[in-house]
């Protein structure tokens, strides 16, 4: 008896209940907007300082612009000045090999540090620190550091001479060979500890039960590595060889610290080409053009390295 009271005093309670008012499309459309307010201050900033001026800059790149004064339209003459041109063509070459060849080394090594200061060493915070130090410093401070190392009176010959192997010794920075070399050897050994804590992050999401289970059944160190390890750290490789790719094709501050696009120009890049063209050179037309060039060249590689890197699970 007293269960249907108390349902029906239930009921009696909802009928008396004034009806929800349910939210029409203005209401949920007016609070879906207003989240907009708080980052409309935000789009504008972004859209003018980075949209604005790269269309801004997109349009020069089709005018013979001088920096000063009035401009004449020449449509793609300044592209067709850069593919004509053996100088332009060489430094793309250059920025292909310093962007590739750091992709490869900075990962292949970053990868190897992280894999053996991930476990059991128990001063691996220690040397994580080591490794990581050279990438806090400013990329211009630790290039002029290897320009001393690299001279010919340097420590790198001075060693060689010590350890009997003085027909080694090199003026390593005005040979045009091996200034390029050289270059990738300090852009690689800066970031090195880089793309070390970014698998550290990835190989810290491995269960460590796959691993030893996968110990347990017979497998070693690399079979272990290619067959459980590989496919946990996929978004990590994804994301170092993206930030790679990009910090390699855009290389300045190693280049004019090192050797300015020396000797004779065969370490000049894209990036530098740019700066020289255009304010040293005062071709702001041709300068944006190259720029233009490297922003798309940058584009398409990321674009294509994303889709080889992105997780097919």
Do not use: C
């Amino acid at each position: 008896m007293s269960v249907v009271t108390t349902q029906t005093t239930a009921a009696a309670a909802q009928l008396d209940r004034p009806p929800r008012r349910r939210r029409g499309k203005a209401t949920s459309y007016r609070l879906s907007f207003g989240h907009w307010w708080w980052a409309l201050p935000a789009v504008v900033l972004v859209i003018v300082t980075i949209y604005v001026t790269t269309a801004f800059g997109a349009f020069y790149a089709f005018t013979d612009w001088s920096g000063i004064g009035k401009w004449n339209w020449v449509g793609l003459e300044n592209f067709q000045k850069i593919f004509k041109n053996p100088e332009m063509l060489g430094s793309l070459k250059n920025t292909l090999i310093l962007a590739f060849g750091f992709l490869v080394l900075s990962n292949v090594i970053g990868l190897g540090f992280a894999l053996a200061l991930n476990r059991g060493l128990k001063s691996r915070y220690v040397l994580r620190t080591l490794v990581f130090m050279p990438v806090v410093i400013a990329p211009i401070a630790v290039s002029y550091i290897w320009k001393f190392v690299f001279a010919y009176d340097g420590p790198l010959n001075q060693t060689l001479a010590l350890l009997g192997l003085e027909q080694y010794q090199q003026d390593w920075l005005a040979d045009p060979t091996l200034a390029l070399a050289a270059i990738l050897i300090v852009m690689v050994w800066q970031s090195i500890g880089f793309a070390m804590v970014i698998y550290l992050a990835g190989l810290a999401t491995v269960p460590q039960e796959i691993e030893e289970a996968a110990a347990l059944d017979g497998a070693g160190p690399i079979r272990r590595f290619f067959s459980v390890v590989w496919y946990q750290i996929q978004p990590s490789i994804a994301i170092a060889t993206t930030l790679s790719l990009i910090q390699g094709l855009r290389v300045f501050d190693q280049v004019m610290a090192l050797t300015a696009g020396g000797p004779a120009g065969a370490t000049q890049t894209l990036a530098t080409q740019v700066y020289q063209q255009t304010f040293q050179f005062g071709n702001f037309g041709f300068g944006a053009a190259l720029a233009l060039m490297l922003s798309l060249l940058i584009l398409v590689f990321t674009v294509a390295q994303q889709r080889l890197t992105r997780d097919r699970d």
